[in-house]
Structure formats: C-alpha cells, structure tokens
C-alpha cells in the first residue's frame, strides 16, 4: 500500500470495464457532463484541507505582483495534482493571464488555511463562469466540470472561494520550474516583516533577471501593495490582526517571537459591497471611486458592470463610491 499525505487525498476514480481513465478524462472535457453524478463523485475526491499545498502558476509580471505584495486569488490546484508536471512548457498552460511563452514556470505555492476558501469553478458555486463568451476571456476556456482543458491530463482545478483575495500565510514560496523538470525556490515569505526573503543562490540568480522592476541582487522585497484582505483573530475577547502557518499554527502577528502568542479565534476580514445589483469585493477605494471585483462573473454581471477579464476568471472595475450599496465589513470565521 503506497502511503498518502492525508492533507492531499489522491484524486481517484471508480473504473471498472466500462469505465476506463480515457473516459474519464473524455468527460471530464465535454460541458455534457458538467452535471455527471460520476464526474462530480470523481471530482470530489481532490479535497482541499487544512494544509492543503495550493500552486498558482505565474507569468513573470505576475511575480512581480505578488513579490509586491499580491495575494493569492483566482485559478490555482492543488500541488499534488500537478507534482507530475516537471516540464515548464507544460506548467505555463495552467496559467491565468495567457502568457506560456516562457522558458521558465513561475508559481506562488502556499498552504490551504481552510477548504472554504476553495471552490470548484462551475456549479453551483460558480455557474456563470463556463457560459463566458470568448472575447470576454483570457487564458484557457472554462469548462464547469471542474477539471482544467487538457488533451491527456486530469487535472481539478479551484478557484479561491468567490475570486476572493485570501492573506497570504507564512512561509508562502515563489518557486521556478526550469527546463530538465528541477524546482528552485526563489523567494519565501515572512509575514512579521511583511516581505519575500531571496533564497536563490547565485546559481539561480540569473532566473530573476526577467521579472519587471526586481532587483536580482536584493536579499529581502518588502510588499509594497496594500492587501485588501487580512486575517484577525482574538485572545480573551481582543482582536489582534494575524498570521496563519498550516496546518497547526495561527498566532498574533508580533515581530517580537516571544509576543506571538496562538489566537483562539481566527477570521479573513475584507470589504464588500453591491454595485449595480452586483456582489463585489472591494479591492481599493478612496473618497470617490473604488476598486471591484466581481464574486460570482457571468455574462449579465459583465452587461450591468462593464467589468474587464485581468486574468482567467478575475473581473474588475472601477465605480464611483457613492453608488455602492451595502458597502461593509465582512467577516469570515474560520472553526479553529
């Protein structure tokens, strides 16, 4: 028996003589079986849990971002279900913003906080998302049975839960797929300092030649972007803003280690509001406009919004703030 990683169950299957993987992964690429009982069953075995390695795969303007303080949001996998895929040619099809010309695979990889985070990108979680016409796409199609486009691989795909920026827990790594299949990290995150420490040694240095507006030579990238979401959890009826380390660890945010003290309570904080009819998280704003973007995409939010594809599945626009309605606080508690 092969021993497995309980916080990343294996994707599997129930094939038998009249079901063998190629027809599978044939279902898993036709929109017909978006509502199969098999299919969904199928799928439904490639659990996120609480410590769940997640990957998003990057373009190298992408890594810029997120060493700029970024958060993870939108399409991503699971680590385990994509380990196999040692080829950077290979890796830059899963990416969001259309760029796979790359030599090298860039990806931010981090642990799940929790799998409600998550969600499949179809239904009934995201229904519109597959009806998306194709001028108002980027990157590959959408297929709503839950698996990415392939023509050999089965691979499920998540988006995070409502396109939502989720905070980025400790010891996040950004990490390059190099040709001959070797992984390299190049960077890892440091939530007391609020910034990327360089792990790439001389060897790798040349990897970060590319990235726009990054320093090869900086041994630490503080982010510079607000976060527009944040974790907060309480000791004894104070809150205090803080840090996630999966699977176990969740503590106050404190530079001084002998203050990070484990919450008992821990929540992801971030502004919503309706925009014409529209749920949206609020990414930015300031006296007069704000920042939006859409939760739940289709074809008649984009009508109502004008909202534009910035990558795979992530709609944003612009509105003025005085037509926001219910603009609050939203509060995501997560079961400690």
């Not at 040692?86 to 899963?94: H, N, T």
């Not at 981090?110 to 980027?138: C, F, K, S, T």
């Not at 959890?233 to 104070?238: D, F, L, R, T, V």
Request: a negative charge; hydrophobic letters at 40%; charged letters at 20%.
């Amino acid at each position: 028996m092969i021993d497995t990683d309980p916080l990343e169950p294996p994707l599997s299957a129930p094939l038998r003589r009249d079901l063998g993987w190629a027809q599978v992964q044939s279902m898993s690429q036709s929109a017909n079986y978006r509502d199969d009982p098999v299919l969904r069953q199928i799928r439904a075995t490639a659990a996120v849990r609480r410590g769940t390695r997640m990957v998003k795969i990057l373009s190298p303007a992408q890594v810029s971002g997120h060493l700029g303080g970024w958060l993870p949001y939108g399409f991503c996998y699971r680590a385990y279900d994509v380990a196999h895929l040692s080829d950077p040619r290979d890796l830059a099809l899963l990416g969001t913003d259309g760029v796979t010309d790359s030599e090298v695979a860039f990806a931010l990889r981090w642990r799940a906080v929790d799998p409600l985070d998550y969600e499949v990108p179809g239904g009934p979680a995201q229904p519109g998302l597959a009806m998306l016409q194709a001028h108002n796409r980027i990157g590959a199609m959408i297929l709503g049975t839950g698996f990415t486009p392939s023509t050999g691989e089965l691979i499920p795909e998540y988006v995070t839960a409502g396109f939502a920026d989720l905070p980025i827990p400790a010891n996040s790594q950004i990490i390059a797929h190099v040709p001959g299949g070797e992984e390299v990290i190049l960077y890892t995150y440091q939530p007391e300092q609020n910034g990327w420490l360089r792990l790439a040694g001389p060897r790798w240095r040349g990897l970060l030649d590319n990235l726009p507006g990054v320093s090869p030579d900086r041994e630490y990238v503080p982010c510079t972007t607000t976060g527009s979401a944040r974790l907060v959890g309480q000791i004894k009826g104070k809150e205090y803003e803080a840090v996630a380390d999966p699977p176990e660890e969740f503590r106050v945010r404190a530079l001084t280690r002998a203050a990070r003290y484990p919450v008992s309570t821990l929540s992801r904080r971030a502004e919503q509001t309706l925009w014409r009819g529209t749920p949206c998280w609020v990414l930015q704003r300031d006296e007069a406009w704000a920042r939006l973007r859409l939760v739940r995409p289709d074809n008649d939010s984009l009508q109502h919004t004008g909202a534009r594809c910035y990558e795979r599945g992530v709609y944003e626009s612009w509105a003025p703030v005085g037509e926001l309605i219910d603009h609050h606080i939203a509060d995501i508690p997560y079961a400690l």
